[in-house]
Nanobody, 121 residues
Framework: QVQLVESGGGLVQAGGPLRLSCAAS????????MGWYRQAPGKQRELVAVITSDGSPKYADSVKGRFTISRDNTKNTLYLQMNSLKPEDTAVYYCAADARRILFTTTTRFWGQGTQVTVSS
């Protein structure tokens, strides 16, 4: 299994920054792509940003230019730097990792427990 633990959520004023972290732990899986998703009340979970194992990022249009995704493979940690936050960014943010067991090819997606981000106007 892959355990993902998010941290860094909280309450912030509009226009402010916040940094999320996601620590991954595993002994028999190889982690490939990692990403951040979010789910606001009454809405479906949506992609925020993803990053490949070699560091190539992709962003949802709604966060381009404001959010930066990064990862430290030596620490198995994923980050999301969020700047210029807006009230509509309020949601539970989930970390996800696509991983495969060593010597196997099937990929499985693992999820963290989520961290609440609330942006006040």
């Amino acid at each position: 299994q892959v355990q993902l633990v998010e941290s860094g959520g909280g309450l912030v004023q509009a226009g402010g920054p916040l940094r999320l972290s996601c620590a991954a732990s595993t002994s028999i899986f190889v982690i490939n792509d990692m990403g951040w998703y979010r789910q606001a009340p009454g809405k479906q979970r949506e992609l925020v940003a993803v990053i490949t194992s070699d560091g190539s990022p992709k962003y949802a249009d709604s966060v381009k230019g404001r959010f930066t995704i990064s990862r430290d493979n030596t620490k198995n940690t994923l980050y999301l730097q969020m700047n210029s936050l807006k009230p509509e960014d309020t949601a539970v943010y989930y970390c996800a990792a696509d991983a495969r067991r060593i010597l196997f090819t099937t990929t499985t997606r693992f999820w963290g427990q989520g961290t609440q981000v609330t942006v006040s106007s």
